[in-house]
């Protein structure tokens, strides 16, 4: 997903044709998405079961997503078992390739297969999904942001006519090539008041690395008097907004939604 949807857009499989007619694959239904560590993703493919057993000594795994292939170097992992078929794996986010960011999030095509030492398909799961619809992908949200997003050195110094709000937003870009960002879009509260809401230009996040992106306004007292009073009280300070990502589709927003750490 762009960055904190750069992370998200990664699921499943593809090969060339080896064997003379390749089972179809199974209908995928579901994914699930567990964060390993920020640089590694588990990934659960949910079908119906088979309408006979799979046969045994898949020796290889294939993946696509939206017609970009990524490499998969675990072991086969499949499970048959109370009518539903489960292909777990793992992505290196680092073998992650950049045609990801032109697929469509809210239908990307997927597939997995699973390969035979004589190099045919053995096992297929295949289907469209919406990355934002909770009913084809479970994401965790909160471990995305977790691993990816991070807020510090926040504070609020009230002056004689304006607010001091200085913070640091970091961005860990995963993979390994750079992804600009368009703009920054940022509202931070406390309570009900509003402490900061600022945009600012592009910037680029560079591979494998935390970019921090600063967040500096001095905001007029009479704006800001509310908002700086809940925060200096201690109530609880959020930070929404998006980073808008280029795309070779074009713009795409990121949502942000954390708690802002005192």
């Not at 934002?132 to 006519?161: I, N, T």
Request: glycine share 12%; charged share 20%; no cysteine.
């Amino acid at each position: 997903m762009p960055l904190i949807s750069a992370v998200v857009l990664v699921a499943a499989g593809a090969g060339a044709a080896r064997a003379a007619t390749p089972p179809g694959p199974l209908r995928l239904t579901h994914v699930t998405l567990a964060v390993r560590t920020r640089d590694v993703l588990g990934v659960t493919l949910h079908a119906p079961a088979p309408p006979a057993a799979p046969a045994s000594g898949m020796t290889a795994q294939h993946l696509e997503f939206g017609g970009a292939r990524i490499a998969l170097t675990g072991a086969v992992d499949v499970t048959v078992g109370g009518g539903e078929t489960r292909a777990d794996f793992e992505i290196r986010l680092a073998d992650v390739p950049d045609g990801v960011l032109a697929v469509d999030p809210n239908r990307a095509p997927v597939l997995w297969e699973g390969i035979g030492g004589d190099g045919a398909v053995v096992l297929a799961i295949a289907g469209t999904v919406d990355l934002g619809d909770p009913g084809d992908v479970d994401v965790p949200v909160k471990d995305l942001y977790r691993a990816y997003v991070s807020v510090s050195d926040f504070s609020a110094v009230p002056g004689l006519a304006a607010v001091s709000v200085h913070g640091l937003l970091g961005l860990y870009n995963p993979f390994p090539f750079e992804v600009a960002a368009t703009r920054l879009q940022v509202k931070v509260t406390a309570g009900a008041n509003t402490v900061l809401a600022m945009e600012r230009g592009g910037f680029r996040l560079r591979p494998r690395q935390r970019s921090d992106v600063l967040l500096d306004q001095d905001v007029p007292l009479a704006d800001a008097a509310g908002g700086v009073a809940a925060f200096l009280k201690g109530e609880p300070a959020v930070l929404e907004g998006a980073v808008i990502l280029r795309t070779p589709r074009g713009d795409r927003p990121i949502p942000l939604r954390m708690s802002v750490a005192r």
